[in-house]
């Protein structure tokens, strides 16, 4: 019995810490949201988390850290969106590549703001070494996956030829989606329809250097 309780016990006290975290990742987020990431303060995290902020600093280690932590929670609803995606077998290359990169884009702005997120562009690329650049990769390098999945499915169905390199075009499709996620995140007057139609002409140019059909990228 007493075996029993303390397993309860400990049960009940990672529930606790999981949901400690939880609730101050919601309150940085909403803080980096409303007062911009450089002008809040671990401090004032912990403040409005009604916990200390050694407890802060135990768990994400930095601001950083936490706002890494933050880009982590993002990328697994935005990967559900886009496996949703790819399973519907889209049959068109051009437009489920164009619908890959408004999904990402979207998804993002439901997250956090244009410029918490070249905060974190510039953290990914100014600790590209360390921790938060090699975990910022290791994202990227999922949702290159996702990329080659409907790269992949378009050949089984014989949209796009089997002879093309998978991994290749994937990297290079989402290469240029980032390129164009990037200047949306870099003016905050550009809109989502502005970016869109520009990432699809990019696409359109693309498959028209490899002949006219829109099928073949």
Excluded at 92 to 99: S, Y
Excluded at 157 to 166: A, W
């Amino acid at each position: 019995m007493k075996a029993q309780a303390e397993i309860k016990h400990l049960g009940l006290r990672e529930r606790q810490k999981a949901d400690r975290r939880r609730h101050i990742l919601d309150v940085a987020k909403s803080k980096f949201r409303a007062e911009g990431y450089a002008n809040v303060t671990m401090e004032a995290i912990a403040n409005d988390a009604n916990v200390s902020s050694v407890t802060v600093y135990n768990y994400y280690k930095s601001k950083a850290g936490l706002l890494l932590a933050l880009v982590a929670e993002s990328d697994k609803y935005l990967i559900a969106q886009l496996e949703e995606m790819i399973c519907a077998r889209p049959d068109d290359l051009i437009e489920a590549v164009a619908r890959f990169g408004q999904i990402l884009r979207r998804h993002a702005m439901s997250y956090l703001s244009k410029p918490t997120w070249r905060e974190v562009v510039a953290a990914s690329i100014h600790e590209g070494s360390k921790d938060f650049g090699r975990t910022y990769m290791d994202l990227d390098r999922v949702l290159i996956e996702l990329m080659q999945s409907l790269v992949e499915d378009a050949q089984d169905r014989k949209l796009i030829s089997s002879d093309i390199d998978s991994l290749a075009l994937a990297d290079c499709l989402f290469s240029l989606q980032n390129i164009r996620f990037f200047q949306f995140i870099a003016d905050d007057d550009i809109s989502d329809e502005e970016i869109d139609a520009k990432f699809r002409h990019d696409l359109t140019a693309l498959a028209q250097l490899f002949g006219n059909n829109r099928n073949n990228l």
